[in-house]
């Protein structure tokens, strides 16, 4: 599989030849572990996607300590580039260990 270049220029991000706009940072609870997985899913059904992260690293050299502050993180879109953190107790989402891929399953009622 061919990577596409990322370019570093922040002014004119790119990936391939689509340019990047709107670029934004997550909430800053995204940063609290690697994150490995990411799945894109309109949770609430408002129209609008949201982000569903997993990740962690726990197999690290003992005077680290494992890396697992990430117990499954839902963000909510606004539609606007703009994503807000949910937490667990209220989001249900909870995974413990290293998530290395989400796959979002469509169940028919
Ligand atoms: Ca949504």
Sequence with gaps: MRR?????DPAHP????????HLRPLPVQAQFSPVYA???????????????LGGNFEKTR???G?????HGMLFLGDGKGNFKYIPQ??????????VRDIQILKIKN
């Design 89 to 98: 107790t209220e989001s249900g989402f909870a995974v413990k260990g290293d």
């Design 14 to 21: 790119r990936i391939g030849s689509v340019v990047v706009r």
């Design 62 to 64: 003992v005077s680290i």
């Design 66 to 70: 494992k890396i697992d502050a990430n």
């Design 4 to 8: 596409r270049q990322v370019q570093r």
């Design 38 to 52: 990411i799945a894109s899913a309109d949770v609430n059904k408002d129209g609008n996607p949201d982000l569903l």
